[in-house]
């Protein structure tokens, strides 16, 4: 099982909204450095929604490609529609990623037996790896943690990305995974949100898909260390040092804000595509305290 601070990486883009693919590179061999477990590439984070679907391709293949074998990489391969995400996923497959992640479809807000259906079948379509990832405050629609049970059953899925910051709900998916697959098949829990991780991995998640790595990888890395290992003094004093990263980093939608304040520390242009806007210019002096009080700027 992938474990540990899992970064959902930035697409960097030129001011103009072409893909700067050096970046790219340079970020990654960055990470690789710095720590970080694990890459997800063109996740929301990577602005899914606006690249093309042959630079969606592209840029996972780029990504397995630099990565190398380095580090662990998913890829961001779903979709509303359940063709689209096989057809990405069989992609993703082909070039050599370790694992996908599975949005919630979005906007068509299926049932609950809609999004089991979609999930099993893309399952089943590819032999690779499949995180599901439930962010209802993007896709409107959640999924409930009996439908994830349901999935957790199934061969190729092995665990989930919890976006939704309810610890008591994510607490009791992880007693009902330990209760239902315990000595079995392993399925992991993984925070998708940077400021309940720490406490989501205490109670036996899998490590954390942040957008707080973007800037602070080493610091998530022993921070999701320290947590996983129980050691909640090490844990608690990481996650003060970034604590305010946590939150100025959603000042404006993600991923405006963490754009800027990886152009503000010299790794990439501040590219954007339409219909996000640059970071307004009430709020720099806000990300920028953030990325000093954390120690990386």
Same mark, same amino acid.
């Given at each position: 099982?992938?474990?540990?601070?899992?970064? /959902?990486?930035?697409?960097?883009?030129?001011?103009?909204?072409?893909?700067?693919?050096?970046?790219?590179?340079?970020?990654?061999?960055?990470?690789? /450095?710095?720590?970080?477990?694990?890459?997800?590439?063109?996740?929301?984070?990577?602005? &899914?929604?606006?690249? =093309?679907?042959?630079?969606?391709?592209?840029?996972?293949?780029?990504?397995?490609?630099?990565?190398?074998? !380095?580090?662990?990489? @998913?890829?961001?391969?779903?979709?509303?529609?359940?063709?689209?995400?096989?057809?990405?996923?069989?992609?993703?497959?082909?070039?050599?990623?370790?694992?996908?992640?599975?949005?919630?479809?979005?906007?068509?807000?299926?049932?609950?037996?809609?999004?089991?259906?979609?999930?099993?079948?893309?399952?089943?379509?590819?032999?690779?790896?499949?995180?599901?990832?439930?962010?209802?405050?993007?896709?409107?629609?959640?999924?409930?943690?009996?439908?994830?049970? !349901?999935?957790?059953?199934?061969?190729?899925?092995?665990? @989930?990305?919890?976006?939704?910051?309810?610890?008591? !709900?994510? /607490?009791? #998916?992880?007693?009902?995974?330990?209760? =239902?697959?315990?000595?079995?098949?392993?399925?992991?829990?993984?925070?998708?949100?940077?400021?309940?991780?720490?406490?989501?991995?205490?109670?036996?998640?899998?490590?954390?898909?942040?957008?707080? *790595?973007?800037?602070?990888?080493? *610091?998530?890395?022993?921070?999701?260390?320290?947590?996983?290992?129980?050691?909640?003094?090490?844990?608690?004093? @990481?996650?003060?040092?970034?604590?305010?990263?946590? *939150?100025?980093?959603?000042?404006?939608?993600?991923?405006?804000?963490?754009?800027?304040?990886?152009?503000?520390?010299?790794?990439?242009? /501040?590219?954007?595509?339409?219909?996000?806007?640059?970071?307004?210019?009430?709020?720099?002096?806000?990300?920028?305290?953030? #990325?000093?009080? &954390?120690?990386?700027?």
């Amino acid at each position: 099982m992938i474990k540990g601070s899992i970064v /959902a990486i930035v697409t960097p883009m030129f001011e103009d909204g072409s893909l700067d693919k050096d970046s790219l590179r340079k970020l990654i061999d960055w990470h690789v /450095a710095e720590g970080t477990d694990g890459i997800v590439i063109v996740g929301t984070t990577g602005e &899914s929604a606006t690249v =093309s679907p042959e630079e969606h391709c592209e840029l996972i293949r780029l990504t397995v490609e630099h990565v190398a074998g !380095r580090i662990p990489v @998913i890829a961001g391969s779903g979709g509303n529609s359940t063709a689209e995400a096989i057809a990405l996923t069989r992609h993703a497959k082909d070039v050599g990623a370790d694992a996908s992640l599975q949005v919630v479809p979005y906007y068509n807000r299926p049932t609950q037996e809609g999004m089991y259906r979609h999930f099993k079948a893309i399952a089943e379509a590819v032999d690779l790896p499949v995180i599901l990832y439930n962010v209802p405050g993007r896709t409107v629609a959640d999924m409930s943690n009996e439908t994830v049970l !349901r999935l957790a059953a199934v061969d190729n899925i092995v665990g @989930i990305k919890d976006a939704t910051g309810n610890i008591g !709900r994510g /607490a009791e #998916l992880l007693r009902e995974i330990d209760r =239902s697959f315990a000595g079995g098949k392993p399925f992991g829990v993984y925070s998708g949100d940077d400021p309940t991780a720490m406490s989501l991995m205490f109670m036996g998640g899998a490590g954390n898909i942040s957008v707080t *790595a973007n800037v602070a990888p080493r *610091a998530m890395h022993e921070l999701c260390e320290a947590a996983m290992a129980g050691q909640v003094a090490r844990a608690v004093e @990481i996650n003060n040092r970034v604590l305010s990263l946590h *939150a100025k980093l959603f000042v404006e939608p993600n991923p405006v804000p963490v754009k800027w304040a990886l152009a503000e520390m010299g790794k990439m242009p /501040a590219g954007l595509r339409l219909p996000l806007a640059p970071l307004s210019a009430q709020y720099h002096d806000t990300v920028r305290a953030a #990325l000093r009080e &954390s120690g990386v700027l």
